[in-house]
């Protein structure tokens, strides 16, 4: 009789696989940054049954809607204690925090001295025209035969 091909791809343990791969890929585009699948996974593996547990029950609940995004984020920080993954995400977060706001800060500092650059160019423009005017209105009145 007729013989089953032996390409992966055809069986249903692949398909099965390549289902959880999608569902993963979906689950990794619904968490809110900073929290991403990978650490999610991290950090279960890493807490305690009850510690797992609350951690499943709170994604749960935001991706039911039961909860915000920031109960979630509360509740991720409450775990950091117990979880290096999580406590890494934060710091990790927390540090390109700072770095947006030094780079803000040199942005900002920036856009100071242009702008002192420009109002010391139109100044400096204004009283060379001003001298240009007071020293061309001198030969001019002397030829009229003014003071």
Not at 10 to 34: C, D, I, M, V
Not at 131 to 141: L, T
Request: some cysteine; aromatic content about 6%; glycine content about 8%.
């Amino acid at each position: 009789m007729g013989m089953r091909s032996q390409d992966p791809g055809a069986s249903g343990e692949t398909a099965q696989e390549g289902g959880r791969q999608e569902k993963s890929s979906a689950n990794q585009e619904t968490l809110p940054a900073p929290l991403t699948e990978e650490i999610y996974q991290m950090a279960l593996q890493e807490l305690q049954d009850e510690g797992s547990g609350h951690l499943i029950e709170c994604v749960q609940n935001w991706k039911d809607r039961k909860a915000p995004t920031e109960d979630l984020m509360a509740c991720l920080k409450t775990l950091t204690g117990s979880s290096v993954s999580l406590k890494k995400m934060f710091e990790d977060q927390h540090q390109g925090f700072l770095a947006a706001l030094k780079l803000q800060s040199y942005q900002q500092q920036w856009l100071r001295n242009q702008s002192q650059q420009q109002l010391y160019q139109r100044d400096r423009s204004r009283m060379e025209r001003a001298w240009q005017n007071q020293a061309g209105a001198g030969p001019k009145r002397m030829a009229q035969g003014m003071p």
